[in-house]
C-alpha cells in the first residue's frame, strides 16, 4: 500500500513515525539532539499551539527563516492543525514578503531576528510602512529565535498551546484528509510577480514516497540538508522526505564549505544533496582531504544542467557512491523526472532521468505537437504531481495547464528513445546570435570542459552587427590563472562559432540565490553596464 493511501496525510505519518523509528534521531541541530518519539510530541505540542492561535483548517501560515529544529516544529504544528504552510525565502526584502504574506493571507507568521544580521519582523513593518499597505489577515508574528520585541517568542506560543486539550490536537491532526491544501510554495517571479503553487498532502506523500525509493534513502541515514527549507529541495526533498524514511535531520542555516565538511565528519553524514554549485565549493575546497568524508554515499542534485564534468569529478575523486540527477519545478511537487540508481555514470551525467512513476512527460513544438526522439523542445507534464492551482490565480492557472492537463514547463528539452529526457535550458535564457539559437547551458556544459574552469555562467548580450552574443563569466580553478583571450581561445577550437562567446569576464564568484542557483539577471544587468548596452 502506498504511504498516501496508508497515512493519507502528513500530521498522521509524523505521529507514525513514533512508532516506526522509536530509537533512532529524527533532528540534530548543534547540541540539541530530539528523536522520533519526540519529535511526534513536539508535532502534537505545536498543533495544540497552532489551534489555540486560532488556526482553522485552511487558514495560511508562513515561515520567513533559516533552516533549524525550530522551523521543523512549527510546520508541523501548522499542517496539524490543519492550516496551509507558506514558506517565504530568507532572501526576501521586506516589500517581497508582504506581498507573499498578503497573497496568501497568512493568519501567522513565525521569523527570526539577527539571522544575517537582519531584523525580519523589523523589516517587514518597515516595509508595509513604506508602501502603506497593511496585512489584515495577520494575526501574530512568532520569533523562533533573536530578540523578540513586542512580538511572541516561540516558546510562550508553545506554552500557550496548553489551552488545548492533547486529545483535541490528535482529533485535528486525524481530521485532515488527502486532498487537503497542505502547502503554498511561492515562485521565484523571474517572469512577474511570484505565484503561489498549492500541493496537498496526498501528493506530497506519494511524490517523496517515490522520490525516496529511487534515490535510496534509507533508515538511518544522516542526512545534512543545506538547501534553504523555505525550497522543495530542502523542505520536501529534505526533512519530510527524512521523516518518511527514519533518516536523521541534520539542518544547515547558511551554505558555508567549511561547515559542511566539519559536519559531514562530526556527524558521519551520508546523504548530501545540492545544486552544482554547492557540489562545485566542496570539490574546490581547500584542505579538503584533512576532512574524514567517508561516510558521504549520496547526493542529488539538478538545475537546467547539470555540468558532466562535476558528475566525472565527484566519481572519479569518490566523494559519493551514488549520484542521482533529476528535474522537477515548484509547480510539480518539486518531481518531474529522475535518474535511477542503477543508471550508468553517462547517462547520470548527460540527462534528467525518465518520468516518475504514473506520470506523463512530452517534448512538444510551438504548437504543442510531440516532436520526434532526439529534437528539441518545451517540456509538458501531467499527472498527479501537478500543483492543484495557482492559489487566488485561476487566470494564471489556466495559461500554464492547458485543457488537456499538460502543465508547460517553459524549459527546453530533449528525450531520448528509453524516454530519458535531458533540460538543455530554459525558453527565456535562450539568445540568437545571426540566426542561429544558443542555449547558454549547452555552451556552459562545453566551456566545462576545460580543466581551468570551476565554474562558468554565459548571457546573451546586444550586439549590432549579430543582434545577441554571448558573454561568459568564469571563475577560475583554484590555484589556476586564466585569461578572457586564453577561454575564447579555447572555445573557438571546441565550438560552432556562433556558440563562442564574444566577451568574457573572469571573476572570484557566480552571484547565486539562496538555492544555489546562479542569478543570471544580476550578470545580465552587471553585462549592460560593463559593455555600455
Known amino acids: 500500500m502506498r504511504f498516501d493511501e496508508q497515512y493519507q496525510s502528513m500530521p498522521r505519518l509524523f505521529l507514525a513515525a513514533a512508532e516506526r523509528f522509536p530509537d533512532l534521531e529524527a533532528v540534530v541541530d548543534g547540541d540539541r539532539r530530539i528523536t522520533y518519539p519526540e519529535l511526534a510530541d513536539l508535532a502534537v505540542a505545536s498543533t495544540r499551539a497552532a489551534m489555540a492561535a486560532g488556526l482553522r483548517p485552511g487558514d495560511r501560515a508562513a515561515v520567513w527563516a533559516p533552516n533549524s529544529a525550530d522551523w521543523i516544529v512549527a510546520a508541523l504544528g501548522i499542517l496539524g492543525a490543519g492550516g496551509v504552510l507558506v514558506t517565504l525565502n530568507t532572501r526576501f526584502k521586506g516589500t517581497e514578503a508582504a506581498y507573499v504574506l498578503g497573497k496568501a493571507g497568512a493568519r501567522l507568521l513565525f521569523t527570526v531576528n539577527g539571522f544575517l544580521d537582519v531584523d525580519y519582523p523589523t523589516m517587514l513593518r518597515g516595509a508595509l510602512v513604506e508602501t502603506g499597505t497593511a496585512l489584515p489577515d495577520l494575526d501574530a508574528v512568532v520569533v523562533l529565535d533573536g530578540p523578540v520585541g513586542d512580538d511572541t517568542a516561540f516558546a510562550d506560543y508553545l506554552a500557550a498551546g496548553a489551552a488545548v486539550s492533547e486529545a483535541d490536537a490528535r482529533a485535528r491532526m486525524e481530521s485532515i484528509a488527502g486532498d487537503d491544501p497542505a502547502d503554498i510554495m511561492f515562485t521565484s517571479g523571474t517572469t512577474g510577480s511570484p505565484k503561489g503553487a498549492v500541493s496537498t498532502h496526498s501528493q506530497n506523500l506519494r511524490v517523496y514516497e517515490v522520490w525516496s525509493e529511487v534515490v535510496g534513502l534509507r533508515e ?39 561547515a559542511v565538511l566539519e559536519t559531514v565528519q562530526r556527524e558521519r553524514i551520508s546523504v548530501l544533496p ?47 557512491e551514488t549520484i542521482i540527477t533529476g528535474y522537477g ?12 540508481y542503477d543508471d550508468d555514470p553517462e547517462t547520470i551525467a548527460n540527462f534528467a532521468g525518465r518520468a516518475i512513476p504514473d506520470i506523463e512527460v512530452r517534448v512538444v513544438d510551438e504548437a504543442g505537437t510531440e516532436v520526434p526522439r532526439g529534437e528539441q523542445g518545451e517540456v509538458v507534464t501531467r499527472g498527479y504531481h501537478l500543483m492543484r492551482e495557482y492559489f487566488g490565480d485561476p487566470e494564471a492557472t489556466a495559461a500554464t495547464i492547458d485543457a488537456d492537463g499538460w502543465l508547460h514547463t517553459g524549459d527546453i528539452g530533449i528525450m531520448d528513445d528509453r524516454g530519458y529526457l535531458r533540460i538543455t535550458d530554459r525558453l527565456k535564457d535562450m539568445y540568437i546570435v545571426g540566426g542561429f539559437n544558443a542555449y547558454p547551458a549547452e555552451i556552459e556544459n562545453l566551456l566545462l570542459g576545460d580543466e581551468r574552469i570551476a565554474q562558468v555562467a554565459v548571457v546573451g548580450v546586444p550586439d549590432e552587427r549579430m543582434g545577441e552574443v554571448g558573454m561568459a563569466f568564469v571563475v577560475p580553478r583554484a590555484g589556476v590563472t586564466l585569461t578572457a583571450d586564453e577561454v575564447v581561445a579555447w572555445a573557438r577550437e571546441r565550438m560552432a562559432n556562433y556558440k563562442v562567446p564574444r566577451h568574457v569576464e573572469i571573476c572570484t564568484e557566480l552571484p547565486v540565490n539562496a538555492n544555489g542557483k546562479v542569478v543570471k539577471f544580476e550578470l545580465r544587468a552587471h553585462a549592460r553596464t560593463v559593455l555600455g548596452g
Not at 519545478?329 to 535511477?340: A, Q
Open 220 to 258: 538511518g541515514d544522516r542526512y545534512l540538508i543545506v538547501n534553504p527549507f523555505f525550497h522543495g529541495f530542502g523542505y520536501k526533498a529534505g526533512w519530510f522526505s527524512s521523516i518518511l524514511r527514519g533518516a536523521t535531520i541534520v539542518p544547515l542555516p547558511v551554505f558555508d564549505v567549511p
Open 329 to 340: 519545478l515548484t509547480e510539480t511537487t518539486g518531481t518531474v523526472t529522475m535518474c535511477r
Open 274 to 320: 545540492g545544486p552544482p554549485t554547492l557540489l562545485s565549493g566542496i570539490l574546490e575546497a581547500p584542505g579538503r582531504d584533512a576532512y574524514d568524508l567517508s561516510s558521504l554515499r549520496l547526493t542529488v542534485t539538478g538545475a537546467a544542467v547539470v555540468p558532466v564534468e562535476l558528475i566525472r569529478r565527484l566519481r572519479d575523486e569518490h566523494i559519493f
